[in-house]
């Protein structure tokens, strides 16, 4: 499932060869047929993505809404355009570029007050200069739901997905199970920092990698597959050597280190 750092990167990457430049636009599978033709020879002004939701304006009044979901791709194309392979839902020719769409959950045309209301439903998206954490913050103190669940409730945190929310928590030590409430204000700081400064990494170089370079005793951009992540699918703690341990939490497979995220007692009252 592409992660919130996949569909900024997209939308820079969509702003960089097609912004400003008129655009064909037509559906070679034909299930976008009609939208595709209310978009043809419009010119692209601009792409923004909020999480994992993508938002394309070509000035027509509608603005173009993808959710890629979890097999969706929105991928570069060879230019000049060559026959699609596959079922191509969307396809984007620029100047000297080529963007084919293909299996997203959502590829519609909404209004801009729907466009508001997709985006309302979201939580803040750490990627967004105009992001409020506070929202976030806010939303978790009142819930007892693990912290497992509420970071990949879209509507909470805008972006984290499954890969992610396993990261952070084993790097800010926290247990998954803990219920939301109980994450104290210095931790929330630490989870949204993290979450930040690791989606950046993720947006800037189009993979997740969550370890320090320091750790695995070499630059991000010469990491192995294997070195790349902390706890996500692995079977013992880079840290500790520990077993790590598999849950699920939230409907999806958790990863966690019993002993790097001790479950935290309780304090009795007095
Ligand atoms: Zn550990």
Redesign the pocket.
Known sequence: MPEGHTIHRLARQLDETLAGRLVHADSPQGRFAEGAQLLDGATFERADAWGKYLFCDLGVGEVLHVHLGLIGKFRRREFPPVEPTGAVRLRLVGEDSTWDLSGPTRCELVDPGEQERIVARLGPDPLRRDARPERARERLARTERPIAATLLDQSIVAGIGNVYRAELLFLCGIHPARPSSAITDVEFEELWAQTVRLLRIGERSGRITTTDPDEIGRPRHRMRREDRLYVYHREH??????DLRTDRIGGRPITH?P???PRRRVRSRR
């Open positions: 703690c880079r840290r500790c050597g520990s280190c002993t790097c995220q």
